[in-house]
T-cell receptor, first 111, second 118 residues
Framework: GQQLNQSPQSMFIQEGEDVSMNCTSSSIFNTWLWYKQDPGEGPVLLIALYKAGELTSNGRLTAQFGITRKDSFLNISASIPSDVGIYFCAGRNQGAQKLVFGQGTRLTINP | NAGVTQTPKFQVLKTGQSMTLQCAQDMNHNSMYWYRQDPGMGLRLIYYSASEGTTDKGEVPNGYNVSRLNKREFSLRLESAAPSQTSVYFC?????????????????FGPGTRLTVL
């Protein structure tokens, strides 16, 4: 089946640094979603991307839908302590019911 | 508008016991999902329901059953719990909005049920 390769698996950064993570797939998707999961909580949708090449921002977060439709990246600028958590990418094909999830990137921030 | 709600939040079972995890959404979504999350494993789909009255197996359905009671509610049942089913369980619903020129298609998660099977 389809798989998403999300990298890096974990990041340890200083507060104020910028963060970049990405997802790649061996096949194309029509929708890319980025979620964040805080400890003890369910994943919360951050950004949704629906068109190849689309660049979308949500505050300090910016995500792009790769032009080949096989990848997406998420950037976080000027990280703050509340950015700590696990970030998941997910892809969906047109008409498909199921999302394919990446394995997650665990972000840790040193104050 | 509560979104996706799940009960209970925590549960401890003994091997062989049964229980039902409840999920409800108030967003009028057609599709609902059950996932489990284990350390280092990400989210794995157990079952899903594309619409009221239909259910389909996901990636890891063994040991589980589901019921789509109505459009709002989707329950997950463990008939005979095993230690391997110790996990965090998430329910999600998916909705689309928009028209011919644009549409959004997003999936929303509940807060999770933390299940331990001894």
């Amino acid at each position: 089946g389809q798989q998403l390769n999300q990298s890096p698996q974990s990041m340890f950064i200083q507060e104020g640094e910028d963060v970049s993570m990405n997802c790649t797939s061996s096949s194309i998707f029509n929708t890319w979603l980025w979620y964040k999961q805080d400890p003890g909580e369910g994943p919360v949708l951050l950004i949704a991307l629906y068109k190849a090449g689309e660049l979308t921002s949500n505050g300090r977060l910016t995500a792009q839908f790769g032009i080949t439709r096989k990848d997406s990246f998420l950037n976080i600028s000027a990280s703050i302590p509340s950015d700590v958590g696990i970030y998941f990418c997910a892809g969906r094909n047109q008409g498909a019911q199921k999302l394919v999830f990446g394995q997650g990137t665990r972000l840790t921030i040193n104050p | 508008n509560a979104g996706v709600t799940q009960t209970p939040k925590f549960q401890v079972l003994k091997t062989g016991q049964s229980m039902t995890l409840q999920c409800a959404q108030d967003m009028n979504h057609n599709s609902m999902y059950w996932y489990r999350q284990d350390p280092g494993m990400g989210l794995r789909l157990i079952y899903y329901s594309a619409s009221e009255g239909t259910t389909d197996k996901g990636e890891v359905p063994n040991g589980y059953n589901v019921s789509r009671l109505n459009k709002r509610e989707f329950s997950l049942r463990l008939e005979s719990a095993a230690p391997s089913q110790t996990s965090v369980y998430f329910c999600a619903s998916r909705g689309t909005s928009g028209g011919a020129r644009w549409s959004t298609d997003t999936q929303y998660f509940g807060p999770g049920t933390r299940l331990t099977v001894l």
